[in-house]
């Protein structure tokens, strides 16, 4: 059989990958979906993270590893060890930096920014007794690589003790 002119023969010797999918997709896709499995990329559920200032203690569950975009829930619960005349959650701006927050429940009876922060104020608690606060909020899209603050606790204008929580933020 003679070809055309200006077609050659095709050769009848072909390499595995040449009639299918490239092996170092399927290696990167598993890797990614392996990774996802570890928890790597966001969507775990993180473990409570607990403070004890002495006069009050702190529980805060909230991711510590999300994706960008992604709407999030973060549970706070001021645990009073000692009679506190008004229990303040304050929360440094530089945490809630490119992040909307959709609602607080219950709501405090008072906000203010002083200090710093943004205060809180959800009235008298005696001890033993405890506030529990649920933030819905959102992750913005210029928010990359994470962020970082401080949740703290005051009694009034006295301030009790304050936690570090750093916020991993994926694409």
Do not use: C
Not at 85 to 98: R, T
Not at 135 to 162: E, M
């Amino acid at each position: 059989m003679q070809a055309l002119e200006g077609l050659e023969p095709k050769s009848s010797h072909q390499r595995l990958w040449d009639r299918h999918a490239s092996p170092i997709s399927i290696l990167l896709l598993g890797g990614l979906l392996f990774a996802a499995g570890l928890g790597l990329t966001g969507g775990q559920p993180s473990p409570p993270i607990m403070a004890d200032f002495g006069d009050a203690r702190l529980v805060v569950k909230t991711p510590t590893t999300i994706r960008n975009g992604e709407f999030f829930e973060t549970d706070l619960t001021l645990i009073a060890e000692a009679r506190m005349a008004d229990a303040v959650i304050a929360v440094s701006p530089a945490l809630w930096h490119d992040m909307t927050v959709n609602t607080m429940i219950p709501a405090p009876a008072e906000e203010s920014f002083e200090d710093g922060y943004f205060h809180f104020s959800y009235g008298r608690l005696d001890v033993g007794e405890s506030v529990h606060v649920k933030i819905d909020g959102q992750i913005n899209p210029p928010l990359f690589a994470g962020t970082k603050g401080d949740i703290a606790v005051f009694d009034g204008g006295r301030r009790i003790g304050a936690m570090p929580l750093r916020i991993k933020v994926l694409p």
